[in-house]
């Protein structure tokens, strides 16, 4: 049905900056939302940032000053602006989508990317 590609991932420095991409694909008519989860170790799967089609964009309190979300909705993609990354930072990165498909306009469906590393360390 619908596949989510996640790139950009890597092992950067304490203060670095690192770019996530993601790119859906499938007979998608809309992605009502796209965005970012991650998941450290031992901790919970938590949303880091979402942006909606109509521009309304949420982030976590953590990453509100460092990190920037967008996406293009002509080609289904959105993309994470990484910026004066922290050991903390460190997790699995997970792509997700609320898309529409042709075959089921009626309603739409949630989609996970099977993840990207990102660790922070020295």
């Known amino acids: 049905q619908v596949q989510l590609v996640e790139s950009g991932g890597g092992l950067v420095q304490p203060g670095g900056s690192l770019r996530l991409s993601c790119a859906a694909s499938g007979r998608i008519f809309s992605c009502n939302a796209m965005g970012w989860y991650r998941q450290a170790p031992g901790k919970e799967r938590e949303l880091v940032a979402a942006i909606r089609s109509g521009g309304s964009i949420d982030y976590a309190d953590s990453v509100k000053d460092r990190f920037t979300i967008s996406r293009d909705n002509a080609k289904n993609t959105v993309s994470l602006q990484m910026n004066s990354l922290k050991p903390e930072d460190t997790a699995v990165y997970y792509c997700?989508?609320?898309?529409?498909?042709?075959?089921?306009?009626?309603?739409?469906?949630?989609?996970w990317g099977q993840g990207t590393q990102v660790t922070v360390s020295s």
């Open positions: 997700n989508a609320d898309c529409v498909l042709f075959s089921s306009w009626a309603f739409s469906s949630n989609y």
